[in-house]
Each structure stands twice: as C-alpha cells, then as structure tokens.
C-alpha cells in the first residue's frame, strides 16, 4: 500500500523507509488508473490522478524518467 499526501508522496525517512520502493509502487499505480481517478491521500484533501499527474512534482519527475 502507498501512502501519499497531496502534492507530494509518503516519508521514507522513518524505519522501515524505502525510497526505491515507494516509487516503484507509485509508478505501478500511476500506470494503472486512468485520469479520472480518485485519490484519497493520507494528508490534504481528496484529488484525482489528472491532478497529481500536473501539480505533483515527484509524479512530473517519474514521467520525465521514463
């Protein structure tokens, strides 16, 4: 399971944090689900994929790497 908070992802910096995994799961998830999407994010208000996939920074850098 991922956790995110709106506009930004979960924290890796607590035990257990594992930065590659985090992303490689979001990834799975973003390549997934179509824009319409909803996401409920552990923090922030309710979004969708389509709003993540624009203003998320770490969701911009995932598509530039591809």
Do not use: C, K
Request: charged residues 20%; glycine residues 10%.
């Amino acid at each position: 399971m991922t956790q995110t908070t709106q506009g930004s992802v979960g924290r890796v910096d607590l035990p257990g944090g594992d930065w590659p995994t985090l992303l490689s799961s979001i990834e799975s998830l973003v390549e997934r689900y179509p824009d319409e999407s909803t996401v409920y994010p552990g923090h922030m208000g309710v979004t969708t994929l389509a709003r993540e996939r624009a203003t998320n920074p770490f969701l911009r850098e995932l598509a530039a790497n591809r």
